[in-house]
């Protein structure tokens, strides 16, 4: 493993830690994993929206509700963070959501 790899593997984890804590926050939980439902956990629509915004302000990124949809996990959250602040191409799918 490259010492990039093992950096991009630390930012990650830095990352997950942090949406987890914008979650436990949120939906008034603790020792959520990193592969559990956000739905499952009983959030919904207006959690989402709320998480979505905390997360802009955490990482100065606007997360896409659609993405969230699709990776309703800390763990598939945190990548979606860390795959819009890193270096290269932003994915195709990060809109700014209307206000």
């Known amino acids: 493993m490259s010492t990039q790899d093992v950096e991009a593997v630390g930012s990650r984890e ?4 942090k ?4 979650w436990e926050s949120q939906l008034d939980l603790q020792g959520i994993g990193p592969d559990e439902d956000f739905f499952e956990l009983g959030g919904h629509s ?3 929206v ?6 802009e302000h ?10 969230f949809y699709l990776t309703p996990t800390t763990a598939g959250v ?5 795959s819009m602040t890193g270096p290269g191409p932003q994915p195709t799918s990060t809109r700014h ?3």
């Open 14 to 17: 830095a990352v997950e830690k």
């Open 19 to 22: 949406v987890t804590a914008i």
């Open 46 to 48: 207006l959690h989402a």
């Open 50 to 55: 709320e998480i979505i915004s905390r997360l």
């Open 58 to 67: 955490a990482f100065g990124v606007a997360v896409p509700l659609r993405d």
């Open 78 to 82: 945190a990548a979606v963070v860390v």
């Open 97 to 99: 959501l209307p206000a």
